[in-house]
């Protein structure tokens, strides 16, 4: 079964800085990784995600990246804001085609004013 | 608009109690899962349901138990609640999509054993 490992767990930067977060993953049949955001009190929700058709995918200050020669995908935050604060979990499916996710275990993300 | 809904939202029970934590969606999807979250280890998932009548074991899912007796309910119940237990527990739902649905949380059921 799919194994992802995710780093840093805890990541703190400067309002305006970028930040990056890297996850790998093992089954190299994996087609689908997404990204989700947990904000303080809250269940996770999705902010992001990429197939392996793609190598890159942007959405206004988030983009995330593939390797799938590398296994890994990584999240890219530009121009953080205090708002961007929270946890974020990277994830991929099980199995190729299958819709349980196994998820990472989670970057804290501080930005300091 | 579609929901998943957690209940209660808080939970302190004794050590051998059986407990039943609630989640329920009005997305009409036929995925759903139990994760809990503990520091250091993200999401684990317990159990999870594929539709109707299905219920599956995840990764850590000794000492619970789930029925899918509906499309909108999978309660998780905890058949003697331990210390270990105590956690933060998400329900989760997704549309069958063979790998890429995006899944929807709750707001989550910290439950204290003490």
């Known amino acids: 079964g799919e194994n992802v490992e995710q780093h840093p767990s805890t990541l703190s930067v400067q309002e305006g800085d970028s930040a990056v977060i890297k996850c790998t993953y093992s089954d190299s049949a994996s087609n689908y990784f997404p990204w989700y955001k947990q904000e303080l009190g809250k269940g996770p929700q999705l902010i992001i995600d990429i197939r392996s058709n793609v190598g890159e995918k942007k959405d206004q200050r988030i983009a995330v990246t593939l390797n799938k020669t590398a296994k890994h995908f990584s999240l890219h935050i530009t121009e953080t804001q205090p708002e961007d604060s929270a946890v974020y979990f990277c994830a991929a499916p099980e199995s190729y085609n299958t819709d349980k996710l196994i998820f990472g275990t989670g970057t804290r993300l501080q930005v300091f004013p | 608009d579609a929901e998943i809904t957690q209940s209660p939202r808080h939970k302190i029970t004794e050590t051998g109690r059986q407990v039943t934590l609630a989640c329920h969606q009005t997305?009409?999807?036929?995925?759903m899962f139990w994760y809990r979250q503990d520091l250091g280890h993200g999401l684990r998932l317990i159990h999870y349901s594929y539709g109707v009548h299905d219920t599956n074991k995840g990764e850590v899912s000794d000492g619970y138990s789930v029925s899918r007796s509906n499309t909108e309910d999978l309660p998780l119940t905890l058949e003697s609640a331990a210390s270990s237990q105590t956690s933060v527990y998400f329900c989760a739902s997704s549309a069958a999509a063979q790998g890429d649905s995006e899944a929807f949380f709750g707001q989550g059921t910290r439950l204290t054993v003490v």
């Open positions: 997305w009409n999807h036929n995925n």
